[in-house]
């Protein structure tokens, strides 16, 4: 295997792990509950959390690309923050709960469109 795809599988594997801790782990009542609120800080804090602990995942398998990544975390911060603001209303909206089918699809499609935002970010890292 070349040494590309060893840095792009271990970037993956970096933000996977990543996004677990600050999404699972990390994340409090005050974040979750707020999210659904535009410009509240519990939903801006959230995805500035996922935004610093992206740093790292850039320092250890990409290195090089340290510039291109502060301005891709940035990014990141965005997306992440509007992804997690469009599921919390549809979810509000609809009047899903976690007993519900759909609310496990909305937060499977969540999941889903942040993972693909990673899949954008080594994209750009290539790119660049």
């Not at 970037?11 to 792990?17: A, D, G, K, R, Y």
């Not at 990141?76 to 599921?87: A, P, R």
């Not at 709960?97 to 519900?100: I, L, S």
């Given at each position: 295997m070349s040494q590309a795809a060893i840095n792009i599988l271990t970037?993956?594997?970096?933000?996977?792990?990543k996004h677990t801790i600050a999404d699972f782990l990390l994340q409090t009542p005050y974040q979750y509950k707020n999210k659904g609120m535009y410009g509240h800080p519990g939903g801006l804090i959230h995805a500035g959390i996922h935004g610093i602990l992206t740093l790292p995942a850039f320092l250890i398998a990409a290195p090089s690309t340290a510039l291109a990544g502060a301005m891709i975390i940035g990014v990141?911060?965005?997306?992440?923050?509007?992804?997690?603001?469009?599921?919390e209303n549809i979810v509000k909206w609809r009047g899903w709960?976690?007993?519900?089918h759909k609310f496990w699809v909305a937060l499977g499609i969540d999941q889903l469109a942040h993972y693909l935002t990673y899949i954008g970010i080594i994209a750009a890292i290539l790119l660049y």
């Open positions: 970037l993956m594997t970096l933000l996977i792990v990141e911060i965005v997306i992440h923050y509007h992804v997690d603001w469009i599921k709960t976690a007993d519900q």
